[in-house]
């Protein structure tokens, strides 16, 4: 297994670094595009759609991301964003807990809302390659830290019900990576997230932490309700798309919507 995701990782890291700094806007987003359909074709199933269900919800996405841009120099474009950082700050909680009821429609306006969002984050930022993939850093950071330091020190169950295998032991070890992560490259290179507000990029840096882990979560939650391992397979050694940005999806509308509202 740790084989097949290694070499999946060396085929589509490359593809996607390509495609970050080479391509232009428009075929970036055609590009991105293609990786949301695939992964709202897993929400689907994940959200137990059926039949025309599954087409319309499918539509509903594809449609979103198309408007989405013409939303970009109008307040909808900030609504947006702001929609999915109150979904991963208000809502995705109160499902994690257990006080939101989950129904295939519901979860349908969750996926589009999750889904749309995060395709038009990464339309955005791709404005400053460097700086989206030092985002995203953050998040595979995170994700890689929190599964070794769990499997050797996790004791305490983050959440036994939902995911047995993540631990607080994993969080802790996720906060201190990212720490030397972005200590490491303030020190050497300085790259702001948010210009020279050094201040503003740790909350932003800790925020994105701590989403990336509530992103991960909140599909183990789904994949649990339809019992499920892998929300797909098309990725060798790592299932779906969705088991691959699952951490992604919740930090990128803030990381976009600080860079809107903060113009950097």
């Known amino acids: ?34 990786v949301v359909l695939l992964a709202c074709i897993e929400w689907a199933k994940l959200a137990s759609l059926q039949g025309v269900g599954r087409t319309l919800f499918t539509i509903a ?19 947006l964003l702001a929609a999915g950082v109150a979904f991963w700050i208000g809502v995705a909680p109160l499902w994690l807990v257990g006080n939101l009821r989950a129904t295939p429609g519901r979860l349908a306006v969750a996926g589009w809302v999750v889904l749309v969002c995060a395709w038009y984050a990464l339309y955005l930022l791709q404005v400053n390659p460097a700086r989206l993939l030092a985002l ?30 993540k631990t607080w032991e994993g969080v802790i070890g996720a906060a201190l990576a990212v720490g030397v992560y972005y200590a490491l490259l303030w ?17 932003l840096v800790g925020g994105i932490t701590m989403l990336s882990v509530e992103g991960d979560l909140f599909e183990s939650w789904m994949k649990r309700r339809v019992a499920l391992k892998d ?7 790592h299932g779906g798309v969705l088991d691959r940005i699952d951490g992604a999806v919740a930090v990128l509308p803030l990381a976009a919507l600080t860079t809107v509202v903060l113009n950097v």
């Not at 232009?24 to 293609?34: H, K, N, Q, T, Y």
């Not at 996405?61 to 609504?79: E, K, Y």
């Not at 830290?145 to 047995?164: D, E, M, N, V, W």
Request: glycine share 12%; aromatic share 10%; hydrophobic share 60%.
């Open 61 to 79: 996405v594809f449609v979103g991301c198309i408007m989405a841009p013409f939303a970009q120099s109008a307040t909808g474009g900030l609504a």
């Open 136 to 165: 995203l850093a953050v998040v595979w950071i995170a994700d890689s830290a929190a599964y070794f330091a769990g499997r050797r020190f996790g004791q305490h169950k983050l959440a036994p019900t939902i995911s047995p295998g």
């Open 231 to 237: 929300s797909g397979s098309i990725l060798p050694g």
């Open 187 to 203: 020190l050497l290179v300085a790259p702001h997230f948010l210009g020279s507000n050094l201040a503003g990029d740790l909350l």
């Open 1 to 34: 297994m740790l084989r097949q995701r290694v070499l999946t990782v060396l085929i589509v890291l490359p593809a996607f670094l390509g495609a970050l700094f080479w391509l232009p806007r428009p075929l970036w987003g055609a590009a991105m595009l293609l």
